[in-house]
């Protein structure tokens, strides 16, 4: 069921002097959203009195609020915006004449930009995005019916939807525009790669630019709805990555890392210290949970010894694959997406039957997603003890996606705010997994659909 979503807006938009913000009533301007503001979703046209469609930067402020009598999430958020034309409806003002409690949303705003900002959360990346666009959609016979809809916009990445004109054979679908961080800049080579040499393993690419780390994505299809259990994607995902062993040395040569059992192994102590674990801090792991993390410390090991003596390939790997990264045509074809966690890695630490399956499958089904993925690697390894090695895929492959916020997104992002405690989310469950029993479904923070 859909969650109503309540969000009070507030747009910072910078003028061209870089001392000036617009104001509505000597005040920001301020709109009500229904949807999930936290990463940018809805806004592009949430103030329609100043212009039909507005970029989406960054988000400056979020927070949740206490829910409405009716249930109603509520939402607070201010982002910065960037108008592509003149506003309509509105004065520019500098920062010290607005209320107190908005003028430092407006100094972020216009202070320098750091190094490490993203292109795409930089005044001026929309229009050169939109004249890149263009210009690869007339390469292809394409063009563009509308502004885009930007669907995502956060640390990690920025993704518009872009509706197309019909051609004649009509209706040919929406594209999508996708840019990464440079620490994410891998995502542009391997997903062309593996879209080009490996069936549904990432959507057709229209155009890519490393440089300027964007993709030009076709649609592949939709998230199937809840009533899909997981086998079928399981399926896919065995013959993704055994069709991906071909790729491997071309991924390499191309600067994808190796993050496999033995690249865990080594992280290990560094993401069990006690600063990492945020040990007595607001959300982080009480000094309980964390005893229990560090008993498990060898067993982790010498889990991450047995998939690397095991006889299965190394594999191209997703780093956060979740039913939510894949989508399904109209003719049941699955596609996996978003790529920017790429490594060459063992194929089991993706292959979490939890992940694939739909929130409160029954154990049941959650074996018979495990038999489908296991039963592709058969010829190789024998039914039992593939099942015993996914079981030490299951420890090993959280803490594999931990170290993918640890060491991939945290050092990197400008909001340190944004996915400080994500990598907690794939540790905590290790405590309840110190038995063979599968891992409690449902936990883990999904990128892909991060909640409001």
Request: glycine share 8%.
């Amino acid at each position: 069921m859909t969650q109503n979503i309540r969000a009070t807006v507030r747009a910072v938009i910078a003028h061209a002097d870089g001392q000036r913000v617009a104001a509505v009533g000597g005040a920001l301007p301020v709109a009500v959203a229904g949807d999930n503001t936290f990463v940018g979703y809805g806004l592009a046209d949430a103030f329609p009195t100043l212009a039909p469609w507005l970029a989406p930067l960054r988000r400056l402020h979020f927070a949740r609020l206490p829910n409405a009598p009716d249930g109603t999430w509520e939402r607070e958020a201010v982002w910065q915006l960037d108008a592509l034309h003149e506003l309509t409806g509105a004065n520019w003002v500098l920062p010290e004449e607005l209320p107190e409690e908005e003028q430092a949303w407006a100094q972020a705003a216009l202070s320098p930009a750091p190094a490490h900002r993203p292109a795409f959360a930089r005044v001026g990346w929309a229009a050169g995005a939109l004249a890149w666009l263009d210009e690869e959609l007339r390469e292809q016979g394409l063009t563009r019916a509308g502004m885009p809809d930007p669907l995502k916009h956060w640390g990690i990445s920025a993704l518009w939807r872009v509706p197309l004109r019909a051609g004649p054979d009509g209706d040919v679908g929406p594209v999508y525009l996708k840019a990464v961080p440079a620490f994410f800049a891998r995502e542009v080579p391997a997903t062309c790669v593996l879209s080009r040499e490996v069936p549904g393993a990432a959507p057709p690419v229209l155009a890519a630019d490393e440089g300027r780390g964007m993709l030009l994505l076709r649609h592949a299809g939709d998230v199937p709805d809840e009533g899909d259990d997981g086998i079928t994607l399981a399926v896919h995902l065995a013959r993704v990555q055994r069709a991906s062993v071909a790729v491997v040395p071309e991924l390499r040569a191309r600067g994808i890392p190796e993050h496999g059992p033995a690249w865990v192994a080594s992280l290990l102590p560094e993401l069990l210290r006690e600063d990492v674990l945020l040990l007595g801090e607001p959300e982080g792991l009480t000094p309980a949970e964390a005893a229990r993390l560090w008993v498990l410390e060898g067993r982790l090991q010498e889990a991450c010894v047995r998939l690397l003596a095991s006889p299965l390939p190394e594999v191209a790997g997703h780093g956060d694959l979740h039913r939510f990264n894949a989508v399904r045509d109209a003719d049941g074809r699955w596609t996996l997406l978003d790529w920017s966690d790429v490594s060459v890695t063992h194929p089991f630490l993706d292959a979490i039957p939890d992940y694939l399956a739909p929130d409160g499958t029954s154990p049941d089904v959650l074996e018979a997603v495990e038999t489908a993925y296991l039963s592709a690697w058969t010829d190789l390894l024998p039914l039992p003890e593939g099942r015993a090695l996914l079981r030490d895929a299951r420890l090993v492959g959280e803490v594999y996606r931990a170290l993918g916020y640890t060491h991939g997104i945290q050092p990197h992002i400008e909001d340190k705010e944004e996915s400080r405690t994500a990598h907690l989310e794939h540790l905590r469950p290790l405590q309840q997994s110190a038995s063979a029993a599968p891992l409690p479904h449902g936990h883990g923070e999904m990128r892909g659909t991060h909640s409001p």
